[in-house]
């Protein structure tokens, strides 16, 4: 296996242009798909009423935040280690979508627990760490935006998010460690989910929607920025 | 090895008594800090007591913040970081001594005055204890992850902006543990627990972040 044919920026950009085609296709095709199974089919929640329909958007988001930092961060370290050009690229294309997800889920949240919680906001430590989780990335940004020579743009960058990966963790067992409001997660690869099939189908499906999503804005992102930086 | 760590953190000390002023500012805006907060919110005793613990801890995140800039901005301008860089004494013992020459010169007087400040917040005496060992533990961790994020800004414009976007929400733990700590205190269920993991903290950091600020130097004066 040619594993680094394709770390050349050059060779990359192609693929890039195919697979952010196809993934954009799928995100809306999956989008469409989850949106139906999660706004039309899935029964209304005994408890939540309809407002628990937001887990659709609200919780494949904030798996995407967090998941998406720990990618960069993959990234930022391989292009530490290896010193290739493209690696940096893709953390700093990963980078806008990654807060726009965490955005989406506080936003979300906020909006879902004003009729289930009585407030837009509490100070638990899921919904801290996951403001920090913004913060990290909008620091990332900032550091990168801040610096004119892409190579050091890149590293210092890289530097900041390993030393910030420290976080993930903490949001993730933020549930578990501290009693918080927010609840634990009703979704798990070990045991039965501890919901209808139908909202875990539609849950699933926009799951699968916001990866393709993330992959094809990623991609059409590091194309630009290769056509920027040669 | 231990030589030249001992040299740095004499030398720094050394200049930090050179410019006695630039020490005395970061402490003077930690008491004033402090001192706003009553004015602002109301004096009411026991407003004040219980937020004092937050509002002591803040103060001394935004202070140790504020003199971060100058940890490596002299030596790069000077050329000193360049000899530091090309000589042979290993780049995390250099910098891991600077650190702690920074928490000498800005954590340190923090730790020592921060019972003067509860007492203007009517904390009972019990808790001077507590409060003063939570600053000990903290402000460490928070000199040593500060240096990342100035060696990560040093040379760029806006630095002084930057380095607080990118160090305060690596803060935010420290800040949670040390006046959780005291809160608890108070509360009569005894700080250890929240002691024990800014310990943890200050091990975890005096471990790695040196390693982590020495990448950053060199990624930033290459």
């Known amino acids: 296996m040619k594993w680094f044919w394709y770390a050349s920026p050059e060779t990359f950009y192609p693929l890039a242009g195919k697979i952010a085609r196809g993934c954009g296709i799928a995100a809306a095709v999956l989008m469409l798909a989850g949106l139906y199974v999660g706004f039309l089919v899935a029964p209304t929640d005994a408890q939540q009423g309809e407002a628990y329909r937001i887990i659709f958007i609200h919780v494949p988001a904030a798996w995407m935040s967090m998941f998406l930092y720990v990618v960069m961060a993959f990234w930022a370290a391989l292009g530490l280690a290896f010193n290739t050009r493209l690696s940096g690229m893709m953390a700093s294309a990963l980078a806008p979508t990654g807060a726009l997800f965490t955005f989406i889920a506080l936003w979300t949240g906020a909006l879902w627990g004003r009729p289930t919680w009585g407030a837009y906001w509490v100070w638990d430590a899921r919904l801290t760490s996951e403001l920090i989780l913004l913060f990290l990335y909008l620091g990332f940004m900032a550091l990168q935006a801040a610096i004119d020579d892409p190579r050091r743009a890149d590293r210092a960058g890289a530097v900041l998010a390993i030393v910030g990966v420290v976080n993930i963790p903490i949001i993730y067992y933020s549930v578990q460690w501290w009693n918080t409001l927010h609840q634990g997660a009703s979704v798990s690869l070990t045991r039965a989910p501890s919901m209808a099939a139908t909202m875990l189908t539609g849950m699933v499906l926009m799951a699968l929607a916001f990866w393709a999503y993330s992959i094809a804005a990623a991609l059409v992102r590091v194309r630009c920025i290769i056509l920027e930086r040669q | ?222």
């Open chain 2, 1 to 222: 090895m231990l030589a030249a760590a001992r040299c740095i953190v004499y030398r720094d000390l050394l200049l930090a008594m050179r410019r006695r002023s630039d020490v005395a500012t970061a402490l003077l805006f930690f008491v004033i800090v402090a001192s706003l907060f009553p004015l602002g919110v109301g004096a009411e005793p026991n407003l004040l007591r219980s937020i004092a613990p937050g509002v002591i801890w803040v103060a001394a995140l935004l202070s140790s913040m504020l003199s971060l800039g100058r940890l490596f901005a002299s030596d790069h301008a000077d050329g000193t970081l360049e000899q530091i860089l090309l000589g042979a004494a290993p780049l995390g013992v250099v910098v891991a001594a600077k650190a702690l020459a920074h928490w000498l010169v800005s954590g340190m007087p923090l730790v020592l005055i921060a019972p003067v400040l509860a007492l203007q917040y009517d904390l009972p005496g019990s808790l001077y204890g507590v409060l003063a060992l939570s600053l000990l533990l903290g402000t460490p961790v928070l000199s040593l992850i500060g240096a990342i994020g100035a060696a990560l800004t040093l040379g760029l414009r806006g630095g002084g902006v930057l380095l607080s976007l990118l160090v305060l929400p690596l803060y935010v733990p420290v800040l949670i543990m040390g006046a959780g700590s005291v809160e608890l205190a108070a509360a009569g269920q005894g700080g250890q627990g929240q002691l024990l993991l800014l310990a943890a903290m200050l091990v975890v950091a005096a471990a790695f972040a040196p390693w982590a600020i020495a990448a950053a130097l060199r990624i930033s004066s290459e």
